[in-house]
């Protein structure tokens, strides 16, 4: 059993308020669908209950199904009460902010539409609303090029005494082209400065961390490098199946889904250099370079650092669940992956020679999303005859979710008359420290978009260069033959087979169950 070592904030600190947000209009298109109920009510919710939000501040929701106002509030007063990100609901609170949503029925896919939402919001503004519109696009990414188009035709990109601007959801696209498709699309509708490309990873708190971290701590940034580094490994886990999501999962898969904007987020993060300051520009700059970094592969290279599975039948948390191809409106011969985990060469001064692997799936033993960098070892020779096994290598593990925070492990002598080692872990937790009340990451971004504030957002040149890596992979595995699906239980560490990416260089994953990893220390 691991010792471990509990750390603490030095002072406690009362939390800084959150800033104001800029008046502004919210239109969220897909306002019935599951996104707007499960992550943007209810961080709209909140940032209005702690007094972000301007007294002309309105959301309006758009979508094909028929709604009076006050359905759409009685929905999504269902949704916030439910809703695990919501601080602490409460009727007060609502009475504020229901009188905020409307609801605007129409289809997006007819060119009328856009007419008549100009009309209305209008309509509102000479009601008292603002001319600042900032416009969510809640829908699947195969409909964002026609909302923006319509849009535009409706001159709804301009505002007349105010700004306009636009949260796009990813996938941003599905491969390099498609991106780079709407990417002009939507910059023939809006400036740069006006886009923002949603990726919630970065609105985490851990995740805006790992720069303090690295580069505000001269104990670890002099070590965060391939003299010191022996190799970093990203999972993002989680016990889920596709949930309602089988349509948009069938067309996407595990390595779109999360690994081409998620998980390379993650990888940029922890290699990239120190920014000159901390602005959107300066921070988006530093990991495009750690992107361009990184060769895309040819067929020969995914067949050998890429392993892609599929769930089966299995238990979790003592339930028997369904495979994927029996899961609701998965074709029941779907070759579509489930988990996915890649090894990558970060090709730069800094990094050369040290392998990046990332893996992520659905239906696996644990939910956990973490970075771990595993640093080489010491040389050993000081212990030699002394009797200590060698020492393990030290590790820094940044724990994105749960249990959000950071463990440093190393080796340390047992008590005693006899020379004996034992390996311990110093944990710092945000929970802990900071309290559980942090803003959820759609808070940070929506608040973010409303200020004006793009740093927590992704650049044009950052998404290409994202889909430059990613898609090579999905056209070689068109390619080579599919493996044998399903290839791994619900409720397992994932494929056998994903172990080899590491096993060649006597590198392994870390075990995602805690008890296990206890066992395994």
């Known amino acids: 059993m691991t010792p471990v070592i509990e750390a603490e904030v030095e002072q406690k600190l009362e939390r800084p308020a959150l800033p104001k947000a800029d008046p502004c209009t919210v239109v969220i298109f897909g306002a019935s669908g599951d996104l707007t109920r499960r992550k943007l009510i209810p961080a709209l919710y909140d940032l209005c209950g702690v007094g972000c939000m301007s007294a002309c501040f309105q959301v309006v929701g758009t979508g094909r199904t028929h709604m009076t106002d006050a359905q759409f509030r009685d929905a999504m007063k269902a949704s916030a009460i439910t809703s695990k990100d919501v601080r602490e609901f409460n009727e007060e609170t609502w009475k504020r902010f229901a009188p905020r949503l409307r609801y605007f029925v129409g289809d997006p896919a007819k060119i ?27 829908t699947p990414a195969s409909f964002a090029g026609e909302i923006i188009s319509g849009l535009q035709s409706a001159q709804l990109n301009q505002r007349e005494g105010g700004w306009s601007r636009i949260i796009l959801e990813k996938p941003f696209g599905r491969d390099l082209e498609s991106a780079r498709a709407l990417n002009d699309a939507v910059l023939k509708v809006f400036d740069e400065k006006n886009i923002y490309r949603i990726d919630h990873y970065l609105g985490k708190e851990t995740v805006q961390n790992i720069l303090v971290f690295r580069f505000a701590n001269s104990i670890f940034e002099p070590v965060w490098n391939r003299n010191y580094v022996e190799y970093v490994e990203i999972t993002a886990a989680e016990t889920l199946g596709v949930e309602r999501r089988a349509s948009f999962y069938e067309e996407t898969g595990a390595l779109r889904d999360m690994v081409a904007n998620h998980l390379l987020q993650l990888v940029a993060l922890t290699a990239m250099e120190p920014p000159v300051a901390f602005d959107a520009d300066s921070v988006r700059e530093q990991k495009v370079q750690v992107f361009r970094s990184i060769r895309p592969m040819t067929v020969e290279e995914v067949a050998a650092n890429t392993v892609r599975g599929q769930y089966g039948p299995g238990r979790i948390g003592g339930v028997e669940v369904p495979g994927y191809r029996q899961e609701p409106g998965v074709n029941p011969e779907s070759n579509t992956e489930t988990f996915a985990a890649v090894r990558l060469q970060v090709e730069n001064w800094r990094w050369a020679g040290v392998p990046f692997y990332l893996r992520t799936g659905k239906r696996l033993a644990d939910n956990v999303t973490e970075i771990k ?35 440093v492990s190393f080796g340390a002598k047992r008590p005693g008359t006899y020379m004996s080692t034992v390996p311990v872990l110093a944990k710092f937790s945000y929970a802990d420290a900071f309290g559980g009340n942090t803003p959820v990451a759609y808070e940070t971004l929506i608040l973010d978009a409303m200020r004006g504030d793009a740093t927590l957002f992704t650049r044009r040149d950052e998404v290409e260069a994202e889909w430059k890596i990613i898609t090579p992979i999905e056209e070689a595995w068109a390619q080579l033959p599919s493996p044998q699906f399903p290839n791994y239980t619900a409720g397992s560490e994932g494929p056998e087979l994903a172990g080899n990416l590491l096993k060649a260089s006597g590198h392994r994953w870390m075990l995602m169950l805690k008890k296990e990893a206890a066992n395994a220390d």
Do not use: C, W
């Not at 209305?120 to 900032?134: K, P, T």
């Open 112 to 138: 009328g539409f856009y007419a008549e939402l100009r009309s209305f919001l209008e309509q509102m503004q000479r009601e008292g609303s603002s001319a600042n519109v900032l416009f969510y696009v809640s």
């Open 373 to 407: 960098v595993h640093f080489k070892r010491t040389p050993q020779a000081l212990f030699a005859g002394t009797g200590v096994r060698s020492f393990g290598p030290n590790s820094v593990s940044l724990r994105i979710q749960p249990d959000e925070g950071i463990s």
